[in-house]
Structures are given as structure tokens and as C-alpha cells.
């Protein structure tokens, strides 16, 4: 079940300022920046690292940001890898380590979305106004996410990537060459409606939302898959942004480590942007093919462990 996201965790509201006593799980860094009026300082603190996280978990984690900046430069499902990884961190909660996810993916996405504009140049009057109503659609999303449980969600996606797969397997030919379906307002209406959806899909859940992007511009507009893919990161982007708007003011995101996650997944992103670009759509095609079975998997398998199995 998805945690509750729509309030500050009292915990952290009632606590003072400063390091944890026992069982804390926050390491904070302090510092005066300044006073205020007659003589008053004025601290800030800076959520840094999980009390309990060594240096061989660290390690992990940053490995999976490099893998899955690789992934979600190419066709979207970075999070398969990334996410799994923060939510082994010991003292890291869910909505925390959901919360520092999107700082380190923002920083990939905006990476991948940069090395794609230089070497594809993506239509921009198409993906600026998707981007827009996407960062609009995943900030309600996240702020909604706990009065939608995700055991009803989950199942839903599971239906949809079997279709998506499908789909894209039954007709190889779907994204090999760009084709736009719609012309003028139709098709940037349909583009908004695009984004909007997959935005506040985002904020509520959020697994594979680059490749569900990546199909529907190939399917419902037109797009080959490398144009799709570069027109993807751009939205990505927006909807990881309009996320971390909701987060940060509610003090979920742990900076150091979503940095140090970010750095990784920037490397990530670059390599797997430069490659993408490179091969082109057939290659691009595969990996989306790859990365939707896995999402069918995974999901399956929550779906099967939540929901079905008999001894639950």
C-alpha cells in the first residue's frame, strides 16, 4: 500500500531541529546563514544521509542510479532499477524514498532531454506545452496519491502493459518511421491530453511512466520511437518537478543522498541518450520491448503478492 503522503510527518514536525536520538533516522547539517532582526539567528538544516547507511549500501545505490539513468535515457523504466535500491536503504521510509528518487531522476532526465534536443532536435512546440500541463497534473497526483490505494491501481497498469506489449510486438512496423496521425490543434490537443494523463499518473504511482509516454506518442500521435523517446524526457522531466514541488515543502527528500543519487544517474543518462541517438528507433524499440516486460513483471508480481495469492 502506497503511504500517506498528504501531511508532514508528525514525527519530523514535533521533533526539534538537529540530530536524532535513538532510533532517529536523520543526520542533520546545521548551519547559521544569517540573523534576523534584533540579534535572532536564523538556522536552516539540511536532510543529508540515513542514520545506518554504509558506505557498501551507498555504493548500491549509486550503481542503480548509473543503471537506471542508462534505462531511462533510452526508453523510459529508470525507476525498475532505481527505486528498489533507496527502499532497501536501512531507516529510508517509502514516501522518502520516493520523494528522493525524483531528485535524483530530475537530474537524469534533464540530461537525457539536453544530449536528445543537441542531437535529435525534438519539435518543441509539441513537448513544451505537454511538459507544462504534465508538472501541473503529477503535482495533484502526488498530493492526491493516498486517497488512491495502489492495489487498486496496480492491476489496472498490469492490463495496460499487457496491451502496450502486445501491440508493439504484433506489428513491427508501429514507430520505425514518423507518421503523424493529426494535424494543427487536434494534434496538440491530443499531446496535451497525453501529457496531462501520464503526469498525474506519475505523482499517484509512477513505474514506467517514461515508457508509457514513449508508447502513446508513438501510438496516438505518430511519432517514431527515437522522436517519442526525445519528446518523452522533456515531459519526464516536468512531471519528476512537479512531484518534487509537492515533496520538498513537506521535508521528504533527503539531499545529500538524492544528490549523490542524481550524479550517478546524470553519467547514466548521458550514455544511454548519446546510445539511443545513435542506434536509432529499431534499437530503441527493443529496449522498449525489454523494459515493458520487466515492468510486467514486476507489477504482476505485487499485483500477485497484494492481491491474489491465497495464504496473503
Known amino acids: 500500500m502506497r503511504p500517506t503522503l498528504g501531511t ?5 514536525a514535533a521533533e526539534p531541529r538537529g540530530h ?18 534584533a ?5 536552516t538544516s539540511l536532510d543529508v544521509l540515513p542514520e545506518g547507511l554504509s558506505p557498501t549500501a551507498l555504493l548500491l545505490v549509486v550503481l542503480a542510479g548509473l543503471v537506471a539513468g ?3 535515457a533510452v526508453v523510459g523504466g529508470g525507476g525498475l532499477v532505481q527505486l528498489p535500491a533507496l527502499l532497501l536503504v536501512p531507516g529510508l521510509s517509502p514516501v522518502e524514498a520516493l520523494a528522493t528518487n525524483k531528485l535524483g531522476s530530475i537530474l537524469g532526465t534533464t540530461t537525457s532531454a539536453v544530449t536528445y534536443h543537441r542531437r535529435v532536435h525534438p519539435d518543441l512546440r509539441t513537448a513544451l506545452p505537454m511538459a507544462g500541463l504534465a508538472l501541473v497534473t503529477s503535482f495533484l497526483g502526488a498530493s492526491v496519491a493516498a486517497l ?9 497498469i498490469v492490463v495496460a502493459l499487457v496491451a502496450i506489449g502486445a501491440v508493439t510486438l504484433l506489428r513491427p512496423s508501429i514507430g520505425q518511421v514518423t507518421a503523424l496521425r493529426h494535424a494543427g490543434r487536434r494534434h496538440h490537443g491530443v499531446a496535451a491530453a497525453v501529457g496531462a494523463v501520464i503526469g498525474f499518473y506519475d505523482g499517484v504511482l509512477g513505474p514506467g511512466t517514461g515508457s508509457f509516454l514513449v508508447f502513446a506518442m508513438v501510438s496516438l500521435l505518430g511519432y517514431d520511437f527515437l522522436a517519442a523517446s526525445a519528446k518523452a524526457k522533456i515531459v519526464n522531466c516536468a512531471t519528476n518537478l512537479g512531484a518534487l514541488v509537492f515533496f520538498v515543502p513537506h521535508g521528504l527528500v533527503f539531499w545529500g543522498l538524492g544528490l549523490l543519487l542524481g550524479a550517478a544517474n546524470t553519467v547514466g543518462a548521458y550514455l544511454g541518450a548519446r546510445l ?8 530503441v524499440r527493443i529496449a522498449f520491448l525489454v523494459v515493458v516486460t520487466a515492468l510486467l513483471l514486476r507489477l504482476g508480481w505485487d499485483v500477485w503478492v497484494e492481491d491474489v495469492r491465497p495464504d496473503r
Open 148 to 156: 488512491l490505494p495502489a492495489d487498486v491501481v496496480k492491476p489496472v
Open 276 to 283: 539511443a541517438t545513435t542506434r536509432g528507433s529499431r534499437f
Open 8 to 12: 508532514t510527518p508528525p514525527s519530523r
Open 20 to 37: 536524532r536520538g535513538a532510533g532517529g533516522r536523520l543526520l542533520r547539517c546545521r548551519g547559521a546563514v544569517g540573523r534576523a532582526g
Open 70 to 72: 542508462f534505462v531511462d
Open 39 to 43: 540579534g535572532a539567528a536564523v538556522t
